[in-house]
């Protein structure tokens, strides 16, 4: 699997003796360069809160993180696109939720969900069913049922879902 | 209508807006001292809840108690909602807003717009202080942000009402009453006892000190047991869990060693401090725990990075933190 967000260099493999407030990293990861803050010590030993960018152990982890979604969505592509599963189930992965969830978001039993995620069930929905999961995924009607959405160049962890 | 609320940014959402609270009543708490009260400090590993088919491995107590042990502790005096209807929580919200009073929301992640794309994760115990509102949006102190953020109706009330694990249900709080006089010291000492408790006595493999040393025997068996694959996806979610916003770094024993600094004052013992400097240099170690795991994660191990090695800096974290426990026993006694 390719990473989505390669880091730019090896990070530094030496943890320092103490975390010092100069020492605090600031590997730039996930976080649109949003800086959250960390606690780390003076050159007295008094503890403060520093900002930080990010870790490069913590990135990477963050990183597999998305690259389990990014492959879940292009298996459920791959499926949607042999006849095994309907177009639902592509927005179902792409906002990290499973039957249940869903289910429960929608307002419907889960074996209901779960048939509609076969194709030749989907195809025979009513409007009003289309529309609690249209509202749902922010889109129209016409967006949740064109197939050709599940193509769109959608980058998990990095492109606005809402 | 703005409330005059100091925003402080934190690394944990609930102790964070703990402190932010008590601050605007004029309780000058620290989020470090509230964590601490709060008891905070803990370690669970339970390889029965999964979240994305990876186990569930815990730096910190129960989600909302640490708040809840802080505020009784203090004596001060908050009032909770919970709601069926979404068009009652906003009318609630806005009700007590307008009384001037700044309100803690629970809410789930998903549905908050000033959230990172990255951060967006169905998690369903964030929390945040509700101080006005401008032009049909509400300014939000949200304590894991470095400014104020601005946050519309309609993804407030959804972010209020997510579904899932620990749905919050609309939940908002505030404080009513505030004593005029509490007792820090005791409150201090209550913190650290129910910790150390917690640590060394629960009587489950799972949890405190034994909770570590399961994890590295556990660990050992990873790659055996579930192939090299699924143990480094295993290592990736430890990781995050450890390290991932709202822990201020190594699993929350930053924060905590920045309590017991604060305590070492507040007691007048210079024990504690040399006890903090102890935590200080226990978090390093879950950091190279950290490191090594991260190095397998990108297909990058050394010699020294397998799991039979991981699996001892944890023992030797649980060892030391052991250690740890007993000295504060001792002096809280």
Known sequence: ?162 | MKIDFKHKQSAHCESGVTANLLTHYGLQISEALAFGIGGGLFFAYLPFVKINDLPLTTFRYTTGAIMKRTMTALGVQVKTEKFRSPQKAMAELDRVLAQGTPVGLQTGAWFLPYFPPAYRFHFNMHNMVVMGQENGQYLISDPVFPEPVLCDRMNLMKARFTQGALKPKGKMYYITDVPSSFDLQTAVKDGIRSVVKAMLKTPLPIVGIRGMRFLASRMERWPQKLGEEKAILYLGQLVRMQEEIGTGGAGFRFLYAAFLQEAADILKDDRLRECAATLTSIGDRWRDFAVSAARHCKGRAKEHDTFADMANIIRDCASREEALYLELTDIIK
Do not use: C
Request: hydrophobic share 40%.
């Open chain 1, 1 to 162: 699997m390719n990473s989505l967000h390669e880091t730019p260099k090896p990070f530094q493999t030496q943890v320092k003796s103490t975390m010092l407030k100069k020492d605090v990293p600031q590997d730039i990861g996930i976080a649109e360069g949003m800086k959250e803050v960390v606690y780390a010590v003076d050159e007295n030993g008094n503890y403060e809160l520093v900002p930080s960018a990010g870790w490069a152990p913590k990135n990477i982890a963050n990183d597999q993180a998305w690259e389990i979604i990014s492959g879940q969505i292009e298996a459920v592509k791959k499926q949607i696109k042999a006849g095994e599963l309907s177009p639902l189930a592509y927005h179902m992965v792409k906002n990290q939720m499973d039957e249940s969830l869903l289910a429960q978001y929608v307002g419907l039993f889960k074996w209901k969900v779960k048939r509609h995620l076969k194709p030749e069930v989907f195809k025979k929905l009513k409007k009003p069913v289309l529309e609690k999961y249209a509202a749902l995924f922010g889109l129209s009607v016409e967006q949740f049922m064109d197939m050709a959405t599940i193509d769109e160049g959608y980058n998990p962890g990095k492109d606005r879902l809402i």
